[in-house]
């Protein structure tokens, strides 16, 4: 029998909206360095059955409501204990895209369900229903992208299903991407328009493209930078961007402004900035990048630049 949101889920529901709030302007940040946000376990927070899942999970939001945009509404960093998991609940205002960086796990889009192993991303689109349960013996390291199709909504209807002994696909039904070094290529224009000069020691994936969603949300990017080297600088007129280093070490420089950041940093990258990534470390400098366009508007007038891997 299908449940509204229970109680565990709106204790849930509760602290995404403490942690989801609006980022502060521009005129009041105190530089760069103090956007960067390190990923601190010591900083999650414990919740039980998460949308009716099994067991409980820790987590964090990073990035809040408004970092990089309006349609931005959060990136969650977290930890999903072995038998834990989120149970298979529906967004109907809001995109997600969960990522684990590492172990395996059970990925249920509509209902139906396969085993990948990390580290993978999986696409939720408005309207679809999902749910991750961590059937491997050790825990998972999590991470949620949410983009909203109408600036500042948010929604969740759970099923009270934690997904625990389904059946499982042999081959995934859904959209994801497996965050395999050895796929990312020589970079191209990373949905700009023509590439500048590209530096060979960078190179750039598209995971996924703007057709993928149903909202403003326009691409994820998997980005590699060789040491010594350097992105082009980006101007981000239309689409603004969230940064996750995945791994190594360098240098982000914003607006004009340098600031170091290093493995588990999120950076938020606005609209209507600039930005270039260095590496000044000894080993690849691993980035995990979503845009997200101004409005839908923007978006869809801009689709066959934002098309371009």
Known sequence: MIRMVSVPSALLLAALAAVVTPARPAALQEGLASRIVATDPGAYRQLKAVHAGAGGMAFAGLLNRGAIGPHFNFLHRGEIPAGSGIGHHFHNMVEEMFVILDGEAQFTINGRTAQLKGPVAVVCRAGDSHAILNTGDST??????QVATVVGAGDAFDLGDDRVGVAVDRVPTFMHRELDPSLVRPAGGRGRGAAPAADPGVRSRRL??????????????HVIVEPGAS?????????????????GSGTVTIAGETAPIARWNAIPVRLDETSRFTNTGTEPLELLVVGVARDMETKLANLQELNRP
């Open 140 to 145: 998972l390291q999590w991470m949620n992208f």
């Open 208 to 221: 996924f493209g703007p057709t993928v969603f149903r909202s403003p949300w326009a691409y994820v990017d």
């Open 231 to 247: 992105t082009p600088e980006a101007t981000h007129d239309h689409v603004g961007e969230a940064y996750y280093v995945l791994a």
